[in-house]
């Protein structure tokens, strides 16, 4: 199982790598790296195991993020206690096919799980986005998402490009968002 002893935290140059595209059938290896990517976010976002192996809960887990530079990456949006997710997948090569001009941000800001720093400041990103991706079989996928699932999403494709949230936070303003930005609470 994948724990935090596996994540590589800024610095470790694969997480600034451009990813390389994956061709189908998956390997063996690939196959177990996209069970133990969603496992993750499973077990991260279950207090009992996260307590028990020390995990910080996440919605997304990219291959890069464990030092594989592929395109790969799981994602799990929770649903309200005791409902289904929001959106759980693990995507291959995935690609924005088109987004929104109007940005978004998380009231929050962001973190990250390779970030082991606070770095407080607005991440503007599309609001709306047209995703496009492969599943584990090389089934091809679209769908359109909004709101905090296109920000994950987008948080986990900008991994399988070398870039980390905080490239996208004004240095001269960090809360400063360009006009019309929607602030997600
Ligand atoms: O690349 C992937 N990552 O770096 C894991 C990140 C991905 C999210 C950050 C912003 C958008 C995507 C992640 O999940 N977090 N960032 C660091 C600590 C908090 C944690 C988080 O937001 N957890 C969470 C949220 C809701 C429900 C359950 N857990
Ligand atoms: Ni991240």
Redesign the pocket.
């Known amino acids: 199982m994948i724990t935090m002893d596996n994540i590589i935290r800024e610095g470790h140059p694969t997480l600034r790598k451009r990813a390389e595209k994956l061709t189908f059938p998956l390997s063996e290896e690939n196959q177990k790296l996209a069970h133990d990517l969603m496992e993750f976010?499973e077990n991260?976002?279950d207090e009992k195991i996260a307590e028990k192996y020390h995990l910080?809960?996440?919605?997304?887990?990219?291959a890069p993020?464990v030092d594989r530079s592929i395109r790969m990456?799981a994602v799990l949006?929770?649903g309200a206690e005791g409902e289904d997710p929001i959106f759980k997948h693990v995507l291959v090569n995935p690609t924005i096919v088109s987004e929104s001009v109007q940005k978004a941000a998380?009231a929050e800001g962001?973190?990250?799980?390779?970030?082991d720093r606070d770095v407080p400041g607005y991440?503007p990103r599309a609001d709306r986005i047209k995703l496009r991706w492969f599943d584990l079989d090389g089934n091809e996928h679209v769908q359109r998402l909004k709101d905090?699932p296109a920000?994950?999403v987008?948080?986990?494709i900008?991994?399988l490009n070398g870039i980390l949230?905080f490239d996208h936070v004004n240095k001269d303003n960090p809360f400063s968002v360009p006009e019309g930005t929607l602030i997600l609470e």
Not at 56 to 62: I, P, T
Not at 110 to 115: D, M, N
Request: hydrophobic residues 40%; charged residues 15%; aromatic residues 6%.
């Open positions: 976010l991260s976002q910080r809960a996440g919605v997304g887990l990219a993020q990456t949006v929770p998380l962001e973190g990250c799980l390779s970030v991440v905090y920000i994950v987008q948080h986990e900008d991994h949230f």
